[in-house]
């Protein structure tokens, strides 16, 4: 019954700002690191970023590192990213996921259907 919904997509100038939430649902979501992922359209999944259980500790991909901002509420179970200066590379369907770190890796155990960000002039 793990439920996470996305929303926030959109369509954005580049330079422009986004903020996507995925409300979380059917597990103990401050047990939880959460991460984000992307897929472009035709390519394969890319990791965005990773939020710790407890929010202390936060994880990028380089590709986003100083632009993207990765944060979570967990009394109101919901994951965030907020998208700043963003580039018509960042155009692709972002999801939210369930997220385990072992030897040495994150996994995804449990995913989202994912919101639609295009950035395009």
């Known amino acids: 019954e793990v439920q996470l919904v996305e929303s926030g997509g959109g369509l954005v100038q580049p330079g422009g700002s986004l903020r996507l939430s995925c409300a979380a649902s059917g597990f103990t979501f401050s047990s939880y690191d959460m991460s984000w992922v992307r897929q472009a359209p035709g390519k394969g999944l890319e990791w965005v970023s990773t939020i710790t259980s407890g929010g202390g500790s936060t994880f990028y991909a380089d590709s986003v590192k100083g632009r993207f901002t990765i944060s979570r509420d967990n009394a109101k179970n919901t994951l965030l990213l907020q998208l700043n200066r963003l580039k018509t590379e960042d155009t692709a369907k972002y999801i939210c996921?369930?997220?385990?770190?072992?030897?040495?890796?994150?996994?995804?155990?449990?995913w989202g259907q994912g919101t639609q960000v295009t950035v395009s002039s």
């Open positions: 996921a369930q997220s385990r770190w072992y030897d040495n890796s994150w996994y995804f155990e449990e």
